[in-house]
């Protein structure tokens, strides 16, 4: 089998919106030997190249999948009434980064660990970020899209935000992130 050329891996990288880091981390290939590859400075061994092209081949692959069938089912959520201290706490406890602000089932927000520490950074020593409603520090709410979009769809919205809520008749019942997106990948070609 002939692999594709060697520049095809920083196209392929940057269309599927990932950094050099997240291709390392998925293909066990080093980021500094990627970055050497896309600089044209190193030609890889054909193992570490197979491994990376394998990758884009897999992800290929997926793009006939729908939002439906990799999206995560239990979506966490805060209120935009809740206090940034109680979004925090609820973002450590699940360990995520991010959380959608939904009002009665209406997608108004997101508030991420980016957004409270630059609010924390800007904000006036007399403030109190932790102690605000979440509703004056959240972010402009995640796209939204139904469980019948196409993987490729949803790759192409992740270049510009951090996660998608799938809704179903208006009501959300699943949310896909980078790092969801990575995983089910991963998991289904082990």
């Given at each position: 089998m002939m692999l594709p050329e060697?520049?095809?891996?920083?196209?392929?990288?940057k269309k599927l919106g990932l950094t050099q880091t997240e291709l390392a981390m998925e293909t066990k290939v080093s980021q500094s030997l990627i970055a050497k590859i896309e600089?044209?400075?190193?030609?890889?061994s054909y193992s570490n190249a197979k491994k990376l092209f394998d990758f884009f081949e897999i992800i290929k692959k997926k793009y006939e999948a729908k939002a439906g069938e990799f999206m995560t089912h239990k979506v966490l959520s805060v209120k935009s009434d809740s206090t940034v201290k109680s979004a925090i706490k609820t973002m450590e406890k699940y360990s995520v980064?991010?959380?959608?602000?939904?009002d009665e089932g209406k997608n108004l927000g997101m508030i991420s660990e980016r957004i409270v520490l630059e609010q924390i950074n800007n904000s006036e020593q007399d403030e109190n970020t932790l102690e605000k409603e979440v509703s004056a520090i959240?972010?402009?709410a995640m796209p939204q899209i139904t469980e019948s979009t196409p993987f490729d769809v949803v790759s192409a919205?992740?270049?510009h935000s951090s996660g998608v809520l799938v809704t179903k008749q208006?009501?959300?019942?699943?949310i896909i992130t980078k790092a969801d997106l990575l995983k089910s990948i991963v998991s289904k070609n082990k």
């Open positions: 060697l520049s095809e891996i920083k196209n392929q990288r600089a044209n400075s190193i030609v890889p980064s991010q959380l959608p602000v939904i959240m972010a402009e919205i992740m270049k208006g009501k959300v019942i699943g």
